[in-house]
């Protein structure tokens, strides 16, 4: 409930943020400014997550990885609004309908069969998805699939209220530095 509640100060609080990125995308490459993708949440159970669009439309629902030349396919803003990761400010949205928190693992594509099967097996999925994880202040997009899991199974393993506040702490300083963006 508190996700919930800080999820929509925080939503209000950054309302001018959300109209400047919009209109930014926008004049970048037209409407929509926001996109949705199928995402797995809590127990598996598939769900829309929201983000600012940084690419072109139509593009595959792959992760972005494993897009052949993301360059040529990202606007003129991807590259800026993933380094400060505002496109995931939507996510807070995705806080409000109670499919995800502020910390927990990041939510994989429904077609990462890899890095679902591996989070089935070490009982990730019992978590509830959040916009920010201990994998996320430990390597976000440079990680390894298999390493990227040991760090959800730890989180698991570790999971309160004083090592939430590390990640957030964390977060916002990976966030100020740019660091780990790969895409």
């Not at 040529?72 to 505002?86: A, C, D, T, V």
Request: no cysteine; proline share 6%; glycine share 6%.
């Amino acid at each position: 409930m508190l996700n919930r509640i800080f999820a929509i100060i925080l939503l209000i609080i950054l309302s001018p943020v959300f109209l400047i990125v919009g209109v930014i995308i926008f004049l970048d490459d037209g409407f929509p400014v926001f996109f949705s993708q199928t995402r797995v949440g809590r127990f598996n159970k598939p769900f829309q997550i929201f983000k600012f669009r940084t690419m072109k439309n139509g593009i595959p629902d792959i992760p972005t990885h494993l897009v052949e030349n993301p360059d040529e396919l990202k606007l003129n803003s991807g590259p800026f609004l993933r380094k400060l990761s505002l496109d995931e400010l939507p996510q807070l949205i995705n806080i409000i309908k109670g499919e995800m928190v502020f910390v927990g693992p990041r939510p994989s594509l429904y077609n990462q069969n890899d890095l679902n099967d591996l989070r089935n097996q070490n009982g990730v999925e019992k978590l509830m998805p959040g916009i920010t994880g201990w994998a996320q202040v430990n390597g976000r997009d440079e990680l390894e699939i298999s390493k990227k899991v040991e760090f959800d199974t730890f989180y698991l393993m570790n999971k309160s209220t004083i090592l939430d506040a590390k990640i957030l702490f964390m977060t916002f300083f990976k966030v100020l530095k740019s660091s780990n963006v790969a895409h």
